[in-house]
C-alpha cells in the first residue's frame, strides 16, 4: 500500500504565493509519474500538473507561467508552488502517485484565496 499526504495549503491573498507538498511512502524514483489535481468548490475534480518520471512537467492552460512543480527525491516529495495566485485558484489540491498503472491518492489540502 502506498501512502500519499498533501500539506501546505492555507489562506492567502489574491497575488500571493503558497506551496503546497505531496510526500509519498515510497521512492518517488520508482514511479511513473505524480499529478496534482484540484476541486473547486461546485466543480468537478480537474488535472493541474504533472510531473512524468524522468522530469518531464506539464500543466493546464490557466496556471501556466504561475505555477511550478518540482521533486525532491531524498524526501520522496513532490511540490506545487503556486505563484499570483487568483481567487479562482481556491480549490482542494490533491495529489496522486502513479506507479504500476496504478494511482495511489492522498486527502488533499484546501487553498483558499481571498480577494
Known amino acids: 500500500q502506498v501512502h500519499v499526504e498533501e500539506s501546505g495549503g492555507g489562506l492567502v491573498q489574491a497575488g500571493g504565493s503558497l506551496r503546497v507538498s505531496c510526500a509519498a511512502s515510497i521512492s518517488i524514483l520508482n514511479i511513473d509519474a505524480m499529478n496534482w489535481y484540484r476541486q473547486a468548490p461546485g466543480k468537478q475534480r480537474e488535472w493541474v500538473a504533472s510531473?512524468?518520471?524522468?522530469?518531464?512537467?506539464n500543466y493546464i492552460g490557466s496556471v501556466k507561467g504561475r505555477f511550478t512543480i518540482s521533486r525532491d527525491n531524498a524526501k520522496n516529495t513532490v511540490y506545487l508552488q503556486m505563484n499570483s495566485l487568483k481567487p479562482e485558484d481556491t480549490a482542494v489540491y490533491s495529489c496522486n502517485v502513479v506507479r504500476y498503472g496504478m494511482a495511489y491518492w492522498g486527502k488533499g489540502t484546501l487553498v483558499t484565496v481571498s480577494s
Open positions: 510531473m512524468i518520471n524522468g522530469g518531464s512537467t
